[in-house]
């Protein structure tokens, strides 16, 4: 029995290898990309350290640009070439905490969960003032003439106690069959897209709508200001503020704070109550330009006529502060340089010439992506390049770390053909819905102004928008790990697929 199978297994072997060899050369990569992205990933532990040693990426920072050379450092042990940095914003100044606490001492004793916005200075030592609520800021005339003179040495509350929040509400969020079919079965965007220079142009106000607020607390003033967001379960959302440049306005300390603290402090308010509060923060700003890179590197083309065009893929690198930033967007930058590890891995070399680009700034309004668009590609008041010509397609991973589902077409219908070839390919990873849906608020917004195809995958939500997304639990407990391995082995996948074609993807303009 034992001879018997020590003679057969040669010939299963052959068997195999045989088989193997008749597979179609495109159906031998997937083979070993899905071997190696599944069972022999990395992505884990690169994000685990990105996250966990590194931790946050506010722009400007120092953390930034630490992060930003341990990323940079992985690429080249992963293959990539041509790594380098690219500079984006020469006045992004740099901010970060040292200390801070915040309690209530009277009428009796709370330690309020709190952190502090971005671009907050120091309060002068601990100090302590009694709570004002300002319910809101919209018509200043009236805040002015209701709280002038009554806010020195005070703690502003900033708002109305937030929305209460039922602890039956689903926090875990996947798309339903029936919602995704929803989304393939549309046949226009219900979306509208505003062209960037306009919609770059509005955020200068959107984004610093309490600046007059801010000014006549700090001038009446006022020790410090508590704000918060409506979030589930004690989530802190410490987004901004956005006086990112330096020579803008350092913001009086301000603190987000934990919605349930919040609404305590309002109903006592309301009840005409005055907490005392007490307060201590201490940070420090800096102004080191070299802070400020996208990172960008390439696994070059081989192919005579089609080396020069490229497929570009990003996602966006920094973070918020109060969490780890590993979902949003660690954990996709690293599922990026995984899906071109794997392809190096698998000895690949495209036709195309792949690159990669992780974004500074994006949470500032696409500082990042704009820089590079500018420089690669031109001025966005003017017609494309032929740089710009010669990018195939962007592809842009940046809605949670929750596992891809298919593609926002935007509006590019002409892509439909391409990438319904492509998801066909792993139906048992992914529906690979495609919608014909706008999609806002990344930086594949930057690449499409350009008229290059540009692309963002549709994810998981996973609780994204309400527990992870900009505050203290974005991190890496809530990134699962099934997800990323799949979704590197699709995006590596798309890059092969993108790159092979004969033709590039047929732009919608």
Same mark, same amino acid.
């Given at each position: ?28 990569? !997937?083979? *070993?990309? $899905? ?6 990933? $990395? ?11 590194y931790g946050q990426r506010l722009t400007g920072t120092r953390e930034y640009y630490a992060a930003a050379g341990y990323i940079a450092d992985q690429m080249k042990l992963n293959g990539l070439q041509n790594v380098h940095f690219e500079n984006y914003c020469a006045d992004c100044r740099g901010w970060g905490i040292k200390s801070f606490n915040v309690e209530m001492t009277a009428p009796n004793y709370m330690h309020i969960s709190a952190y502090p916005l971005a671009m907050s200075?120091?309060?002068? %030592? ?26 020195? %040495? ?10 209460? *929040?039922? !602890? ?22 219900? &979306? ?24 006549? @607390? ?7 200001? /508590? =704000? =918060?967001?409506?979030? #589930? ?10 006086? #990112? $440049? ?17 609404? +305590?402090? #309002? +109903?006592?308010?309301? +009840? ?5 509060? $007490?307060?201590? /923060?201490?940070?420090?700003? #800096? ?59 698998? %000895? ?8 990669? %680009? ?14 590079y668009a500018k420089a690669h590609f031109g001025s966005m008041t003017e017609k494309p390049n032929a740089e710009a010509e010669k990018v195939t397609a962007y592809l842009n991973l940046d809605n949670g770390a929750g596992a891809i589902r298919g593609l926002y077409l935007q509006k590019n219908e002409f892509a439909r053909p391409v990438f319904e070839k492509i998801f066909a390919a792993f139906p048992n990873l992914t529906e690979g819905v495609l919608t014909i849906e706008n ?14 195809? @540009? ?10 928008? =309400?527990?992870?997304?900009? =505050? ?6 809530? &990134? ?5 391995? *799949? ?20 732009? *919608?303009?």
């Amino acid at each position: 029995m034992k001879l018997k199978t020590a003679l057969s297994l040669p010939l299963l072997i052959l068997s195999f290898i045989e088989s193997y060899a008749q597979l179609p050369p495109d159906a031998v990569v !997937l083979a *070993k990309i $899905r071997n190696e992205g599944l069972n022999h990933s $990395r992505a884990m532990e690169i994000l685990g350290n990105l996250t966990d040693v590194y931790g946050q990426r506010l722009t400007g920072t120092r953390e930034y640009y630490a992060a930003a050379g341990y990323i940079a450092d992985q690429m080249k042990l992963n293959g990539l070439q041509n790594v380098h940095f690219e500079n984006y914003c020469a006045d992004c100044r740099g901010w970060g905490i040292k200390s801070f606490n915040v309690e209530m001492t009277a009428p009796n004793y709370m330690h309020i969960s709190a952190y502090p916005l971005a671009m907050s200075k120091s309060t002068e %030592g601990t100090v302590s003032g009694e709570l004002v609520n300002i319910e809101s800021f919209t018509d200043m005339d009236s805040v002015r003439q209701k709280f002038s003179g009554k806010i020195m %040495g005070k703690v502003v509350l900033l708002g109305k106690g937030p929305k209460q *929040k039922s !602890l039956r509400d689903t926090l875990t969020f996947t798309y339903s069959a029936a919602q995704l079919k929803k989304m393939e079965a549309q046949l226009t965007s219900e &979306v509208g897209q505003i062209p960037l220079p306009e919609l770059l142009e509005s955020w200068e106000t959107s984004d610093k709508q309490d600046d007059e607020m801010l000014r006549f @607390a700090q001038a009446e003033g006022a020790v410090a200001i /508590l =704000t =918060t967001r409506s979030m #589930y379960l004690g989530v802190l959302h410490p987004q901004g503020t956005y006086y #990112y $440049r330096e020579g803008d306005m350092k913001v009086l300390p301000y603190f987000t704070i934990m919605p349930e603290h919040f609404g +305590r402090l #309002y +109903r006592m308010a309301q +009840r005409k109550v005055t907490p005392v509060l $007490r307060i201590n /923060l201490e940070t420090e700003f #800096y102004n080191e330009p070299e802070n400020n890179v996208n990172i960008v590197a390439e696994i070059p083309g081989t192919d005579p006529r089609l080396k020069t065009e490229t497929v570009l893929v990003g996602a966006h690198f920094d973070s918020w502060h109060s969490g780890t930033g590993a979902t949003d967007n660690g954990a996709n930058s690293v599922v990026l340089i995984e899906a071109l590890r794997l392809l190096n891995r698998i %000895g690949y070399s495209p036709k195309r010439t792949v690159k990669i %680009g992780l974004w500074g700034g994006e949470e500032q309004a696409y500082l990042g992506s704009v820089a590079y668009a500018k420089a690669h590609f031109g001025s966005m008041t003017e017609k494309p390049n032929a740089e710009a010509e010669k990018v195939t397609a962007y592809l842009n991973l940046d809605n949670g770390a929750g596992a891809i589902r298919g593609l926002y077409l935007q509006k590019n219908e002409f892509a439909r053909p391409v990438f319904e070839k492509i998801f066909a390919a792993f139906p048992n990873l992914t529906e690979g819905v495609l919608t014909i849906e706008n999609t806002l608020s990344t930086d594949h917004e930057t690449f499409d102004h350009y008229n290059i195809p @540009a692309f963002q995958f549709i994810q998981d939500d996973l609780s994204y928008e =309400t527990v992870t997304h900009h =505050t203290n639990l974005d991190v890496i407990e809530y &990134v699962p790990e099934d997800d990323i391995k *799949k979704n590197a082995v699709i995006l590596a996948w798309t890059i092969y697929s993108l790159a092979e074609r004969n033709e590039k993807v047929p732009r *919608k303009k």
